[in-house]
């Protein structure tokens, strides 16, 4: 009867092992996952190219213009 319970516990114990350790390799994937999105993130805010824009006159000439910086310190 000793010997029975012994097995279960075992059993169980290696059930949960196994178990502990598949949620510690998804944990760590999302990790590195979330830590790649974030550098992706950061590197579009801070190497940004700088975005033109366009106007045109009503006859069609098209005049290219640096796009407007918020932070140009004129108020």
């Known amino acids: 009867m000793l010997g029975r319970r012994h097995q279960i516990a075992r059993l169980q114990s290696d059930f949960y092992r196994d178990q502990f350790r598949k949620m510690i390799r998804r944990v760590m994937a999302?990790?590195?996952i979330i830590f790649v999105l974030v550098i992706?993130?950061?590197?579009?805010?801070?190497?940004?190219?700088?975005?033109?824009?366009?106007?045109?006159?009503?006859?069609?000439?098209?005049?290219?213009?640096?796009?407007?910086?918020?932070f140009n310190g004129t108020t």
């Open 30 to 32: 999302v990790l590195v």
């Open 40 to 70: 992706m993130i950061l590197y579009s805010l801070l190497f940004q190219s700088s975005s033109k824009y366009y106007a045109n006159t009503v006859d069609g000439q098209v005049f290219l213009m640096p796009r407007p910086s918020p």
